[in-house]
């Protein structure tokens, strides 16, 4: 698996279905990659199991290893440049037959990590969902692109609520390719080719990816094809909110009460610069002069 990651030049990839036990990671310094991976038990039947493969040469740049939530979802957080963070979700999301118990807690706990993502982080989710998205664009459009493949299923339908929640876009679906670079997973009975692989993005860095595509000359030991997304990352710095400028209440100037009380307040507190008694109404012209006097003393 090293080896055909350095082969097709990844830097970080995501891994479903690992089965391994528990919580570990392992280095392979000639191929020049180390993986992470997140399990069950060792005394539990290992069948799920998620993991990251990192390229060597980037772990100084990680203050921290990727985080295992559970056998289906892992977290990895890279700082970048002007105090932005790249946030990466690797996942394995139940089968169409699993249990529709299983599927609810599987959303659930993958609700309550994208909710606790700083939302000024980039942010991207890779991996078997075992759901198909189909190419409906005209009801989701914003969710995938104009260049789905086949039909959407229930489990697609959970996926693409979830991303329509989150703003999130399918990279999959925004590029004209042919159907071969697209599927990843072939039906071992039918034997039709399907698209259950996917790299999620939010939808505002969707300019960030120029491509996503199956790898069909991958040989990984595995039924699915290696999904590769090349990604450009424009980071500009998270904007920050400043408090609004008090503005002076202009027009309540025009009533003369409030001229009145303006000016003798005026009076009271520069009575050097002021020796004009106050005047029962003020006109604007003679306000503004008042304003302009008193405005170049506290410069001085």
Same mark, same amino acid.
């Given at each position: 698996?090293?080896?055909?990651?350095?082969?097709?030049?990844?830097?970080?990839?995501?891994?479903? =279905?690992?089965?391994?036990?528990?919580?570990?990671?392992?280095?392979?310094?000639?191929?020049?990659?180390?993986?992470?991976?997140?399990?069950?038990?060792?005394? @539990?039947?290992?069948?799920?199991?998620?993991?990251?493969?990192?390229?060597?040469?980037?772990?100084?740049?990680?203050?921290?290893?990727? +985080?295992?939530?559970?056998?289906?979802? $892992?977290?990895?957080?890279?700082?970048?440049?002007?105090?932005?963070?790249?946030? !990466?979700?690797?996942?394995?999301?139940?089968?169409?037959?699993?249990?529709?118990?299983?599927?609810?807690? #599987?959303?659930?706990?993958?609700?309550?990590?994208?909710?606790?993502?700083?939302?000024?982080?980039?942010?991207? !989710?890779?991996?078997? #969902?075992?759901?198909?998205?189909?190419?409906?664009?005209?009801?989701?459009?914003?969710? !995938?692109?104009?260049?789905?493949?086949?039909?959407?299923?229930?489990?697609?339908?959970?996926?693409?609520?979830?991303? @329509?929640?989150?703003?999130?876009? !399918?990279?999959?679906?925004? #590029?004209?390719?042919?159907?071969?670079?697209?599927?990843?997973? $072939?039906?071992?009975?039918?034997?039709?080719?399907?698209?259950?692989?996917?790299?999620?993005?939010?939808?505002?860095?969707?300019?960030? +990816?120029?491509?996503?595509?199956? $790898?069909?000359?991958?040989?990984?030991?595995?039924?699915?094809?290696?999904?590769?997304?090349?990604?450009?990352?424009?980071?500009?710095?998270?904007?920050?909110?400043?408090?609004?400028?008090?503005?002076?209440?202009?027009?309540?100037?025009?009533?003369?009460?409030?001229?009145?009380?303006?000016?003798?307040?005026?009076? =009271? =507190?520069?009575?050097?610069?002021?020796?004009?008694?106050?005047?029962?109404?003020?006109?604007?012209? @003679?306000?503004?002069?008042?304003? =302009?006097?008193? @405005?170049?003393?506290? $410069?001085?």
């Amino acid at each position: 698996m090293a080896s055909e990651l350095r082969r097709y030049n990844i830097d970080i990839a995501a891994l479903s =279905e690992t089965r391994l036990p528990d919580e570990g990671s392992l280095t392979e310094r000639d191929q020049g990659y180390t993986f992470f991976w997140k399990g069950l038990p060792s005394g @539990s039947p290992r069948i799920h199991g998620v993991g990251f493969a990192i390229r060597n040469s980037l772990l100084h740049l990680l203050p921290e290893t990727p +985080v295992g939530i559970n056998e289906r979802l $892992m977290s990895l957080r890279i700082p970048l440049s002007k105090g932005r963070y790249l946030t !990466i979700l690797s996942v394995y999301a139940p089968t169409l037959v699993s249990d529709e118990t299983i599927k609810d807690c #599987f959303y659930d706990v993958l609700y309550k990590t994208l909710q606790a993502v700083p939302r000024h982080d980039k942010l991207m !989710i890779i991996g078997d #969902f075992n759901a198909r998205v189909g190419s409906d664009y005209t009801t989701w459009g914003g969710v !995938i692109g104009k260049h789905g493949v086949g039909n959407v299923n229930s489990n697609g339908l959970r996926l693409l609520t979830l991303c @329509s929640e989150f703003d999130l876009v !399918i990279t999959n679906t925004l #590029f004209q390719q042919r159907d071969q670079l697209k599927t990843t997973w $072939m039906h071992p009975r039918s034997k039709h080719w399907h698209l259950l692989d996917y790299v999620l993005v939010r939808r505002s860095d969707s300019t960030d +990816v120029t491509l996503t595509r199956a $790898m069909r000359g991958a040989e990984c030991w595995t039924d699915h094809r290696l999904l590769r997304s090349t990604i450009v990352l424009h980071i500009r710095p998270p904007a920050r909110k400043k408090r609004p400028v008090p503005r002076l209440n202009t027009k309540s100037c025009k009533r003369a009460e409030i001229q009145l009380a303006l000016q003798t307040r005026l009076a =009271e =507190e520069f009575p050097e610069e002021i020796t004009d008694p106050p005047a029962a109404v003020v006109d604007t012209a @003679s306000l503004s002069a008042e304003w =302009e006097k008193i @405005s170049s003393c506290l $410069m001085k």
